[in-house]
């Protein structure tokens, strides 16, 4: 099947840093991306969808300044937490969504700020 | 309002218990019915795609079968290792976010 990866798979930062986190479709070109975040045995909650060259679109309540979301091409996506804060701490996943639309999930990116 | 609801949210089987998962669904449109199996910190795993009523897809002890209000997933005498939580999302539009169940949370043992 299709492969999306991710780039770190677990980083742990100091607070105030900014962290950025890299998201690839390794065998297809992806119309869309999106960015989910998940806390401990709780469902996925969307962040932000984005498409190549276009600037992404937030979901209500996520701070577009504090997470930005770069899409620079139609394999790569990154997202950048700024100036993290222990709050910011949960699962990262993205998603690639194929052609034939078929969205096909990363492995996620633990994040820890101290 | 769009919603996908999975039941149950939890199942506990013996190893080689057959059983089966349901996702309903009440959406606006469908472009395609998606199962995904997630273990614990990790991504969720592709499975399935269905886009039509009657449609039916295996993949070894698993079948996903659509009716127009919602769907299922059998499991045919589970191993332990099939414990994981299974999503069921509808893809309402070319351009829109899937739209997720809750899961359930399936754990088989043996």
């Known amino acids: 099947g299709a492969v999306v990866s991710q780039h770190p798979s677990r980083v742990i930062c100091k607070s105030g840093t900014s962290v950025k986190i890299e998201c690839r479709s390794l065998d297809f070109q992806a119309t869309t991306m999106f960015w989910y975040r998940q806390f401990p045995k709780q469902s996925l909650m969307l962040m932000a969808t984005?498409?190549?060259?276009?600037?992404?679109?937030?979901e209500q309540g996520v701070e577009k300044d504090k997470f930005l979301i770069n899409h620079a091409s139609l394999t790569l996506s990154t997202l950048t937490v700024t100036s993290a804060h222990p709050e910011d701490s949960s699962f990262y996943i993205c998603?690639?969504?194929?052609?034939?639309?078929?969205?096909?999930f990363g492995p996620g990116t633990r994040l820890t700020v101290l | 309002e769009d919603q996908v609801t999975q039941s149950p949210e939890a199942l506990r089987l013996q190893e080689g218990e057959s059983s089966s998962l349901n996702c309903s669904y009440t959406?606006?449109?469908?472009?395609?019915l998606f199962w995904y199996r997630q273990d614990p910190g990790k991504g969720p795993e592709f499975l399935f795609t269905l886009y039509s009523a009657g449609e039916e897809k295996e993949k070894e002890r698993l079948k996903a079968t659509l009716t127009k209000k919602e769907s299922f997933l059998h499991i045919t005498a589970p191993k332990p290792e099939d414990s994981a939580t299974y999503l069921c999302a509808v893809l309402i539009s070319g351009n829109t976010p899937l739209v997720f169940g809750k899961g359930t949370r399936l754990s088989v043992i043996a």
């Open positions: 984005s498409n190549e060259g276009s600037k992404a679109t937030y």
């Open positions: 959406v606006s449109g469908l472009r395609g």
């Open positions: 998603s690639a969504r194929d052609p034939g639309h078929t969205q096909y």
